[in-house]
């Protein structure tokens, strides 16, 4: 029935933030020693938390979708510290102080993306105004990788028939059918009600451009529509296509799995 | 009772388990093979070489503690924690695993997985409670992990694929691997287990070339390109506390992806069609081995180590980025500039004089559609002028052209030897060299306004015009009119465009 309804509707309303920054590092999680390498663009999780800062509380991820196209100029190695800390007892030394915490300096190597810019797609125009006015420090990536939103706006996509997609995340099971990026686990859902309790899930990130005529077909996939944004650069003929994700909805609940919508 | 998860250290210790078993289909495993792969590791790791190669991944664990020496039965008491933690009647601690999402049964630290933080280290944890909850069937899977992984340079080549196929053979050909050398180190009464010969990116790329092999040969000729679409990715890493982060020699974990395209691209190469040009590539890609002095009163040096490093699948690894400098370099043969000096590096003896016969449009075609994404088209017009111009030179015998139209950098005296040529073609009431429509698909954007790619579209039609040259015998009889020209590696962070003519 949702694939039913996606396939009926012609345009969507979802509001359309561009946000640049300076630096950002989207860290592998369990890789947390020595070295920390960062992910090509942010996991949804990131996402997740960059809207929840915007609008200051924890929104139910439920029925929420966004798509994105993330870009950066280069990727640098930077020298970091980590103060590895472990609670502690007794007093401060001179001190009638308790001493709670103690640790060691630990140098490291951080993998930074410079020049980062999100296209961020949401399917909440509501969420224009908390936007315009984030509750907190608008950041993404690390506390410290401050952003700044250049763009909002309210955009109409449409279905097209062609699109070309680029510096994106894919839907895995979508994803293998473009035969360009690479496969990745990433943390998709943190769960705060339950002592952030990480929820994992495999996508394909996909840097290059490719086009609708190159995705793989499987049986029954003529008449493939696709959600491309119209305000987007247009690349022979054809605008930027979007594959929407959500946090949590399983994939088979999802309104649009990827953007895309088989004729039912 | 095992699936895979996504997560690369968790998967290949899986598919290490299903190797150990011999059970492919990790659906499939049993909690019998649960236990015949405990008993299996509590065997390996309480006893050398495997005890001390284990500091690599579990430093100050119970395997290589110093203090349990000489404590085997310390060490038996430390696998039985860590290797048989699974079952029902496990306590659980109402937490979740990390990992597979089942009920966790232990909190683990940097001594049970690799590159997390030290017992007691709050951050990164929520609430500030260290350590990771994890299941009895991580913890065995994770522990197991060092056995489907090469040694390599002292630390641990993980290779995960979301093909649970080639995650399974890379583990099961590495457990392989590491026992036969266990073999070898107790056989030589050694404490120590001997490291893969290559080097990591060398390993990876040999190793999976042999699997792809392997696939195409049991494949019999079917579609075998139609397969399962995949990527890979492999981690070099170490948990040891030797290691310096800031080393830029021994990182503690380096990843090497090879994206969906590039598998697509290996793949193919190893079929009958492509095989005997790209294994001709890179056997002239391999590391030459410098000549050892032997001291005074030293045996003969040992030869069996063979060479290390394989430049071409090295830089494979740094593909599709650096894909115009791989392209003249393994397909235009064109030496490299940097590596002059280093008598180790076969790429300061490329020639395309000397080598023509390696240079394969076939092969380039291929690494365009598969790896570049170049439009048909425009491959087509590629090859298309690429077949006119040998046309041309071998018939004319016109030298000049074919030297000018390698070397000239600047665009605009490269369009004005293109065009005159094409003139004096027309005179001779021959059909032009090139169309309009050639010029604009092939060269440039707008009317004389250059493509920002119109020397990676040179170089294109040379490979081609080679290859026609070299058949028709005449790059043989006009030796000397093909010049000697070399290319700096961008990867390696010279010049852009580091070209420099001889």
């Known amino acids: 029935m949702a694939r039913l309804k996606a396939a009926v509707a012609l345009s969507r309303k979802v509001l359309k933030v561009v946000a640049e920054g300076i630096t950002t590092s989207f860290r592998y999680p369990h890789f947390m020693h020595g070295v920390q390498p960062t992910f090509d663009m942010p996991p949804p999780a990131t996402i997740y938390g960059h809207i929840c800062s915007a609008l200051g509380k924890w929104v139910d991820p439920a029925g929420v979708e966004f798509a994105y196209h993330f870009t950066y100029v280069r990727r640098v190695d930077e020298v970091e510290h980590t103060h590895m800390v472990a609670a502690s007892s007794g007093k401060l030394p001179g001190t009638q102080l308790p001493k709670v915490l103690e640790g060691a300096v630990n140098p490291f190597k951080r993998a930074v993306l410079f020049g980062p810019r999100l296209v961020l797609y949401i399917n909440r125009p509501e969420w224009e105004g908390s936007f315009r006015s984030p509750r907190y420090a608008v950041v993404l990536g690390r506390s410290q990788d401050l952003f700044t939103y250049t763009a909002i706006t309210v955009v109409e996509l449409v279905r097209a028939p062609r699109a070309y997609f680029e510096h994106t995340l894919a839907p895995y099971d979508l994803g293998r059918r473009i035969a360009r990026g690479v496969a990745v686990l990433m943390p998709r859902f943190l769960d705060y009600s339950s002592g952030r309790t990480p929820h994992f899930e495999r996508y394909v990130m996909v840097t290059r451009r490719f086009t609708s005529e190159e995705l793989l077909q499987p049986e029954g996939s003529q008449g493939e529509m696709f959600w491309v944004d119209p305000t987007s650069p247009e690349v022979d003929g054809a605008h930027l296509g979007l594959f929407f994700h959500s946090f949590v909805d399983a994939p088979e609940e999802r309104t649009s799995p990827a953007g895309v919508t088989l004729p039912d | ?502």
């Open chain 2, 1 to 502: 009772m095992l699936k895979y998860t996504g997560h690369p250290l968790f998967d290949v210790g899986a598919a290490t388990i299903g190797a150990i078993v011999g059970k492919r289909d990790l659906s499939t495993i049993t909690v019998e093979d649960l236990e015949q792969a405990a008993d299996f590791l509590t065997e390996q790791y309480t006893v050398d070489p495997l005890k001390t190669f284990l500091v690599v991944a579990f430093p100050n664990s119970g395997f290589t503690n110093p203090a349990y020496a000489k404590r085997l039965d310390k060490r038996l008491e430390y696998a039985q924690q860590v290797l048989r933690a699974y079952g029902r009647d496990a306590p659980r601690l109402g937490m979740k695993c990390v990992f597979t999402g089942e009920p966790a049964v232990a909190v683990v630290f940097r001594q049970h997985v690799p590159l997390i933080t030290g017992e007691d280290i709050i951050n990164f944890h929520p609430g500030g409670n260290p350590g990771l909850p994890v299941s009895g069937e991580a913890l065995l899977c994770i522990q197991a992990l060092p056995l489907g992984c090469a040694k390599c340079s002292g630390r641990l080549l993980a290779v995960h694929s979301d093909n649970p196929d080639l995650t399974y053979e890379f583990a099961e050909k590495f457990l392989r691997m590491n026992m036969s050398a266990i073999s070898m180190a107790r056989a030589a009464g050694s404490t120590k287990m001997p490291e893969a010969k290559a080097r990591a990116g060398t390993l990876l790329i040999d190793t999976l070339l042999q699997l792809e092999q392997a696939r195409v040969e049991q494949s019999r000729g079917s579609d075998y390109e139609g397969g399962q679409p995949c990527s890979l990715t492999a981690y070099h890493l170490t948990n040891s506390g030797q290691s310096n982060p800031l080393d830029p020699r021994n990182p503690p974990l380096q990843i090497y992806h090879l994206p969906l395209e590039m598998m697509s691209f290996l793949r193919t190469v190893v079929g009958a069609e492509y095989r005997h040009e790209w294994n001709d590539i890179a056997s002239r890609a391999w590391e030459i081995p410098k000549p050892r002095k032997r001291k005074k009163g030293e045996a003969e040096p040992d030869e069996d180590g063979g060479p290390r490093r394989n430049f071409l699948y090295e830089d494979l690894l740094k593909l599709p980025d650096n894909a115009r400098y791989f392209l003249r370099t393994y397909f235009l043969r064109t030496a490299v500039r940097w590596a002059r000096g280093d008598e180790s590096d076969p790429r300061c003896t490329y020639s395309l004089r000397e080598e023509a016969d390696l240079v394969s449009w076939k092969l380039t075609d291929l690494f365009l559609r598969k790896v570049m994404n170049v439009d048909r088209h425009r491959v087509e017009q590629i090859r298309a002028l690429g077949d006119r111009l040998a046309d041309y030179v071998s018939t004319q015998n016109d030298k000049g052209f074919f030297r000018n139209f390698f070397t000239l950098n600047n665009y605009g005296y490269f369009r004005a030897e293109l065009l005159k040529a094409d003139a004096n073609e027309v005179r001779r009431g021959q059909p032009p060299l090139i169309t309009f429509d050639q010029f604009i698909a092939i060269f440039e954007e707008g009317d004389e306004i250059a493509r920002p790619d119109w020397k990676l579209a040179r170089d294109l039609v040379l490979i081609r015009m080679v290859e026609q040259l070299h058949h028709r015998g005449w790059l043989a009889k006009n030796r000397e009119v093909v010049p000697e020209i070399t290319v700096e590696a961008a990867a390696e962070g010279a010049g852009s465009e580091g070209e420099e003519q001889a």
